[in-house]
């Protein structure tokens, strides 16, 4: 009879053996340390954005001195982020009542399709622009001409961005008038991102 249960002690033994000692189910598993992958904290301009923009205009041209005037607009467009490159292409419409030629005429809205192209910089985008502009006067009649100019702009939200903007404007033979039209414009702006 001992014989007997030393053989079923040593066999029950045997048996929970795996179980004392652990197995791969009840063992405690440490967590595996894994490294953080790396998240990209830079803002992502990519879509269309509107708003509006606020400044100073002054215009000079080759038959008298520069006139200054408040100018405001609206400003639209797209964006697209390569990365730390981001390149667009938008519009702005501006209305301002600045004298042109000595007082003969007053600038009254400048048109302009705009291209932009820029790095960005934390939240920001530092970029260069150029493009058509179009001016349109009360007695001179309307004229085509071009512009360039740079800008900042930061994101201080994902929706929401401010910056500003300085343009340089050139209008030759203003309208077959013979008179040559500079302007400048320096703008903030604040524009919403869709």
């Known amino acids: 009879m001992i014989r007997h249960l030393t053989l079923i002690f040593v066999l029950a033994a045997y048996a929970a053996a795996p179980a004392l000692a652990g197995s791969p189910e009840d063992a405690p598993q440490d967590p595996a340390v894994i490294a953080p992958l790396p998240v990209d904290t830079s803002p992502d301009w990519t ?26 607009g609206v400003t639209g467009g797209y964006d697209y982020d390569f990365g730390s490159f981001v390149v667009g292409g938008g ?4 209305f301002t009542d600045t004298s042109v030629a000595g007082n003969t005429a007053d600038l ?15 939240n920001g985008l530092l970029y260069g622009t150029g493009g058509y502009a179009q001016a349109d006067t009360d007695n001179l009649g309307s004229d085509d001409g071009y512009f360039l100019g740079a800008g900042y702009e930061n994101l201080i939200t994902p929706n929401f961005s401010y910056g ?6 050139e209008f030759d033979n203003y309208n077959s008038t013979g008179v040559d039209v500079d302007a400048t414009t320096v703008q903030l702006r604040g524009t919403f991102r869709f």
Do not use: C, M, P
Not at 108 to 122: D, Q
């Open 47 to 72: 879509g269309f954005y509107g708003g509006l923009q606020l400044g100073l205009a002054s215009v000079d041209t080759s038959i008298s001195g520069a006139d200054e005037g408040l100018i405001v």
């Open 91 to 94: 519009f702005d419409y501006d």
């Open 108 to 122: 009254e809205n400048v048109f302009r399709v705009k291209l932009r192209a820029g790095f960005e910089i934390g």
């Open 164 to 169: 500003g903007e300085l343009l340089f404007h």
